[in-house]
T-cell receptor
Framework: AQTVTQSQPEMSVQEAETVTLSCTYD???????LFWYKQPPSRQMILVIR??????QNATENRFSVNFQKAAKSFSLKISDSQLGDTAMYFC???????????FGGGTRLMVKP | GAGVSQSPSNKVTEKGKDVELRCDPI?????LYWYRQSLGQGLEFLIY????????KSGLPSDRFSAERTGGSVSTLTIQRTQQEDSAVYLC????????????FGDGTRLSIL
């Protein structure tokens, strides 16, 4: 079975600073996909970034980047120049099979302070 | 439509009643997923559709839960004889269906059982 662990239930950061959210996972699969989703109070899950396990290069999307360490089974999210609108729950997720079902971590609540 | 649409947004019902939750996926998305988000259990996978068939029902918590998808589009999740532990946010997502494709989520239905 696949498991995803987010060890930081809550974090806070000052506006314009950088914050890193941690995620580790456990799997015996070799070919899989990792995602970070953001869930603001509006409840909708929004895709932030996606990483393919067979790609060495870390994915980036504007202010969001990941540090993917396959051997360590680690997939952290770095948010640069934090903005008030980044305040949300962040979920790390994993998929590996043809059905593409997601296994989620427990989430990290991020508060960006002005 | 432009995004995944779920209805109703909120549902309050008495214990023992049946409820139906609806999901209208993004046009052209062949895969459709139901997840449940609750305080105690986090985000759990319930069921997955590829077209009209459900290859994986492994996440359904009991035989009171069922789902169908007709015409490769709209899906209905039905909960019979609701119990208080069914209270949660039920999220629907759709994707292009191939392995590793990101899932796009609706706003969810908040179900409250009195």
């Amino acid at each position: 079975a696949q498991t995803v662990t987010q060890s930081q239930p809550e974090m806070s950061v000052q506006e314009a600073e950088t914050v890193t959210l941690s995620c580790t996972y456990d799997t015996s699969e070799n070919n899989y996909y990792l995602f970070w989703y953001k869930q603001p109070p509006s409840r909708q899950m929004i895709l932030v970034i996606r990483q393919e396990a067979y790609k060495q290069q870390n994915a980036t999307e504007n202010r969001f980047s990941v540090n993917f360490q396959k051997a360590a089974k680690s997939f952290s999210l770095k948010i640069s120049d934090s903005q008030l609108g980044d305040t949300a729950m962040y979920f790390c997720a994993f998929s590996y099979n043809a059905g593409n079902m997601l296994t989620f971590g427990g989430g990290t609540r991020l508060m960006v302070k002005p | 439509g432009a995004g995944v649409s779920q209805s109703p947004s909120n549902k309050v019902t008495e214990k023992g009643k049946d409820v139906e939750l609806r999901c209208d996926p993004i046009s052209g998305h062949t895969a459709l997923y139901w997840y449940r988000q609750s305080l105690g259990q986090g985000l759990e996978f319930l069921i997955y559709f590829q077209g009209n068939s459900a290859p994986d029902k492994s996440g359904l918590p009991s035989d009171r839960f069922s789902a169908e998808r007709t015409g490769g589009s709209v899906s209905t999740l039905t909960i019979q004889r609701t119990q208080q532990e069914d209270s949660a946010v039920y999220l629907c997502a759709s994707s292009l269906g191939t392995r590793g494709q990101p899932q796009h989520f609706g706003d969810g239905t908040r179900l409250s059982i009195l």
